[in-house]
């Protein structure tokens, strides 16, 4: 019985991280992106980073990141523009590459902007990742 539960702690913490479930389907994905969007959180879909990720966000020039840069340029982003709405409007369901499109607003300097906001995923080994994030 103990050896069980040591292997099942094992699949859960990977490096001290929640194992990632590769059934998480992409609905689920474009739900965390929104939700951590509309609270400023990229902790809320971080884990969905894929290894390379394309950013494109206003006041910058779009380049590819790593994970962990992406997180770093999102969390600075979402810092200085205060989110005041974003919703996904349309979803496209490629079998390769499924996106989803929409609006998001932000206020800046107390000057509300409204803007496009565009995910698009890929497969990485067995499981969707984010790799192209713009908002433009």
Request: charged share 15%.
């Amino acid at each position: 019985m103990g050896n069980l539960l040591a292997i099942i702690c094992g699949i859960l913490l990977a490096n001290g991280q929640p194992a990632l479930d590769p059934n998480v389907g992409e609905e689920k994905i474009f739900g965390d992106v929104e939700k951590g969007i509309a609270v400023g959180s990229v902790a809320q879909f971080s884990e969905h980073l894929g290894p390379q990720v394309y950013l494109q966000l206003p006041e910058s020039e779009g380049a590819h990141y790593s994970a962990n840069q992406a997180f770093y340029v999102l969390d600075l982003f979402l810092r200085r523009h205060k989110i005041a709405g974003v919703k996904f409007t349309t979803f496209g369901t490629s079998e390769s590459n499924p996106y989803a499109t929409g609006n998001v607003a932000y206020i800046v300097k107390g000057v509300r902007q409204n803007a496009q906001v565009y995910v698009a995923l890929a497969r990485r080994g067995d499981r969707w990742v984010i790799t192209h994030l713009s908002i433009y």
